[in-house]
């Protein structure tokens, strides 16, 4: 069982930097591949950007590109998203997710592709 615990969350202004941590307890933390996702109120969760176990591939959704980057220490079973320019837009709950993969430059975009996930951290962009 893979427990991941977001930090990092906040209230910044419109333009502002935050970057998320999501720490997990699995010890081969280089086999998952690992994504952020966000939900604002009343809204499905939304895919924001995914890695590769390895740290070779990755994906940002349109959204997010060029202002968000994700990235990974699997020496210290982290993973971090690393948000610039934030927009008011940005405002959700982020949560990470992680999936054991079959090879190491996978990575998934969908919900459901994840089996574990983090309580989320809410992050708050004011305009």
């Known amino acids: 069982q893979v427990q991941l615990v977001e930090s990092g969350g906040g209230l910044v202004q419109a333009g502002g930097s935050l970057r998320l941590s999501c720490a997990a307890s699995?010890?081969?933390?280089?086999?998952?591949?690992m994504g952020w996702f966000r939900q604002a109120p009343g809204k499905e969760r939304e895919f924001v950007a995914a890695?590769?176990?390895?740290?070779?591939?990755?994906f940002h959704a349109d959204s997010v590109k060029g202002r968000f980057t994700i990235s990974r220490d699997n020496a210290k079973n982290t993973v971090y998203l690393q948000m610039n320019s934030l927009k008011p837009e940005d405002t959700a709950v982020y949560y990470c997710?992680?999936?054991?993969?079959?090879?190491?430059?996978?990575?998934?975009?969908?919900?459901?592709?994840?089996?574990?996930w983090g309580q989320g951290t809410q992050v708050t962009v004011s305009s």
């Open positions: 997710a992680a999936q054991r993969a079959f090879y190491s430059g996978i990575y998934y975009t969908a919900p459901a592709q994840y089996g574990y």
């Open positions: 890695m590769s176990g390895s740290g070779g591939n990755t």
């Open positions: 699995e010890r081969t933390f280089s086999s998952y591949a």
